[in-house]
């Protein structure tokens, strides 16, 4: 059931969940302030896919059909009235690299073929998405040059820094300033139900603050990691200022019942769609 989700989930006053046609989605207000950008945070509600992948499912590797795929991309471009031809997405490879969309290069038309985790683009009227069923979803936002970005943060493109590397985009690519960039962190898995082995925090070794995102867990060799408080923390070293840094605090784990999320249905479920347009 989708009911009150605003009190279940205790959100701050920066995000407020919506619905447009069938889809149910999660907006940050601060972003939705700047009128020529069209952005969603997606639940898992709202498609036509089945059982473990009830229902707004776009994980073209969870064995869904190819009907309720298609199907489920329909829906979501005709509630936001978006050219489905032009949604872009990207095979994600929990990696650093950046895909810049725009004129010259048509790659981005190809979609899964294309192997990155960060999309940034300046051309109206194309969304750019990310799927995402635990790993950290971030929007990034400059009103004023008009350049978006969405990333996809696992541990290891947190690690490697991947939303510091997009604001780095941003600066040489549209000479942006990060003082005039929004960085929005979607729902994603927290550190109440993110365990991960000594390898994993070892990989965060050369990271002077690491011990602000990570706690030691119950178990021996366990430690429990804050991917959006990591995820936030790069985006301030990168320069982003603090108050221009919105998170929406939802833990996918914990909330299964609007959101997919890959360790709290043990690698069975389904992706949402993370999207954001110039229009």
Sequence with gaps: MFRNPDQRYGTSDAFRFFRRGSVRY????ALGGCDFITHA???????????KLANLNFGTRSGDTEEHLLKNRELLCSAFDIPEQNLVTVNQVHGDRLLIVDEKTQDWRHGGKLEYDGIISAMPGVPISIKTADCVPVFLAD???RVIGAVHAGWRGTSLGIVARAVDAFMKEFASTPADILAVIGPAIGPCCYEVDESVFHHFDNKRDKEAFFTRGKKEGKWMLDLPAANRSRLLD???PPENIFSADICT???RDTFFSHRGEHGGTGRQLNFIMLR
């Design 143 to 145: 009103c004023t040059r």
């Design 253 to 255: 784990s914990c909330n």
């Design 41 to 51: 945070f997606c639940t898992r509600w709202g498609g036509t896919s089945e059982e």
């Design 26 to 29: 999660l907006e940050c207000l």
């Design 238 to 240: 990168a320069g982003v």
